[in-house]
Antibody, heavy 125, light 111 residues
């Protein structure tokens, strides 16, 4: 059974960069054609797609976050990461990592089928 | 890209059927058949309930069904049960450059 687990600092100061890592177990992050995504949820609010990345490093991110998002993959550790720079209170949220089926996936295509439990990031002033 | 529009809340009695709508535009739901639906209980991670408009992942009850007409997708829950009380989010593929947008979310209450 595929499992995803987020890890990160929990508390970060305004204007700093928050770095989150998602560790994948029970399957390979290099498995095709799956992408690895980040979704966040501010307290009491809805879900927001942040971006996703392929094991090769090809990445897509939400333009609303402009150039503050950087994603990377470490296939040797079966992990992928998110860096969000210049954070403000508006970035306070639960951050989820999830697997995204690609267009040629045998079952779930273009949907997030496995999710981590989420990690709360609080931005303090 | 604005969030897809969902009603804030929908309610029903046990055994009844309810439908949650998800309205987008001709650029997202109207063009692509890649609408997915997620169920989220308080404090839990979202769970995929429907993908590609109407397909159910293995293990999801057949009481959940999805459909689409023009720019609006819908999730129907039949035989409503207490355990169905949760928040529900739709999500649509938009384009290769900005792939995904979620709906605003709907709280389902079982009366």
């Amino acid at each position: 059974q595929l499992q995803l687990q987020e890890s990160g600092p929990g508390l970060v100061k305004s204007s700093e960069t928050v770095s989150l890592t998602c560790t994948v177990s029970g399957g390979s992050i290099s498995s095709t054609p799956y992408y690895w995504g980040w979704i966040r949820q501010p307290p009491g609010k809805g879900l927001e797609w942040i971006g996703h990345i392929y094991y090769s490093g090809s990445a897509y991110h939400n333009p609303s976050l402009k150039s503050r998002v950087t994603m990377s993959v470490d296939t040797s550790k079966n992990q992928f990461s998110l860096n969000l720079s210049s954070v403000t209170a508006a970035d306070t949220a639960v951050y989820y990592c999830a697997r995204l089926g690609g267009l040629s996936a045998p079952d779930v295509r273009r949907a997030f089928d496995y999710w981590g439990q989420g990690t709360l990031v609080t931005v303090s002033s | 890209q604005s969030a897809l529009t969902q009603p804030d809340s929908v309610s029903g009695s046990p055994g009844q059927s309810i439908t949650i709508s998800c309205t987008g535009t001709s650029s997202d739901i109207g063009t692509y058949n890649y609408v997915s639906w997620y169920q989220q209980h308080p404090g839990k991670d979202p769970k995929l309930m429907i993908y590609e408009v109407s397909n159910r992942p293995s293990g999801v009850s057949d009481r959940f069904s999805g459909s689409k007409s023009a720019n609006t997708a819908s999730l129907t829950i039949s035989g409503l049960q207490a355990e169905d009380e949760a928040d529900y989010y739709c999500c649509s593929y938009i384009s290769s450059s900005t792939p995904y947008v979620f709906g605003s979310g709907t709280k389902v209450t079982v009366l």
